[in-house]
């Protein structure tokens, strides 16, 4: 059988809705061996989930998902990154600040539109968020009775469009995976079946863009295809995961689209798990 491995998932550190030890106890009862943590714009996730992944027998490696102000908003993965490195620490706080920024103007639109909401509601009771985002602004919108879903809340309010939506405020794709790549690691293309097809990717590659998310949890078999397609074309890896958010997030299907065993097999030394 493929090795089960999940290199895509978030916790309540970003818009994920289990904390880092209780998505290390779901990996286990899903049979997952080896999982990547990649939270939007931050590590804070990382010490927590080592902790469980020797707990639950789990072998776990730190990453990221690196929102951008490109193309409608293109993210960016990074694996193989050193969690306690300087120079991430100081680029993700500033990728934060841009990000409470853009919230803080989604909510100002939402009233603007007659939507009684506060930033103070948005951020909850949750303490251990650290990278405030669309998603939370949805799950405040529903606490109060707003929409019925985070998915309601988008389709009403936060998808581009849409009446709240503000551009990201975030990095270049080339700043992204310059962060990456500063702090020891290797950047992938996020779910490239939301990138708008039109868009040149060379000029990523250029910048040392090292893979493409071929493996990704909604993408189709002729998606995989092509991705793995344009993978081969530009000289790039395929990596994979489900991008997994947790329950009742719509994005709830833990190690769905499982890595076939040679893929993971290229990229398990480069990952660089903990065991």
Not at 67 to 76: D, L, P, Q, R, S
Not at 105 to 118: E, F, N
Not at 165 to 183: C, H, K, L, N
Request: with cysteine; charged share 30%.
């Amino acid at each position: 059988m493929p090795a089960r491995a999940e290199l895509h998932c978030h916790t309540t550190c970003s818009d994920g809705t289990l904390s880092p030890a209780k998505l290390i106890a779901r990996a286990k009862k899903a049979g997952i061996r080896a999982l990547v943590l990649t939270d939007h714009d931050t590590v804070s996730g990382i010490e927590e989930a080592r902790a469980a992944g020797r707990e639950h027998g789990v072998r776990i490696a730190c990453g990221i998902e690196i929102n951008t102000a490109e193309g409608g908003n293109i993210h960016v993965l990074g694996y193989g990154i050193d969690s306690e490195s300087e120079s991430l620490a100081l680029r993700l706080n500033e990728f934060r600040l841009t990000r409470r920024q853009r919230a803080e103007k989604i909510v100002d639109r939402l009233k603007d539109h007659g939507v009684d909401l506060s930033y103070d509601e948005v951020v909850g009771e949750a303490k251990d968020i650290d990278s405030i985002g669309r998603p939370h602004i949805a799950d405040a919108l529903k606490r109060k009775g707003i929409v019925r879903s985070r998915s309601e809340a988008f389709e009403r309010f936060l998808a581009p469009g849409k009446a709240a939506f503000v551009d990201s405020m975030g990095p270049s794709v080339a700043e992204a995976i310059e962060t990456i790549r500063d702090a020891g690691g290797w950047s992938s293309l996020a779910h490239p079946g939301t990138v708008d097809p039109a868009i040149d990717w060379r000029p990523w590659v250029d910048a040392g863009l090292s893979a493409i998310e071929a493996y990704y949890g909604s993408h189709t078999g002729p998606q995989v295809e092509k991705y793995l397609a344009a993978a081969k074309r530009y000289g790039l890896l395929a990596t994979g995961g489900s991008d997994y958010h947790g329950p009742g997030t719509g994005r709830g299907d833990l190690g769905k689209h499982r890595l076939p065993e040679d893929v993971f097999a290229a990229l398990e030394l480069r990952l660089k798990f903990d065991v």
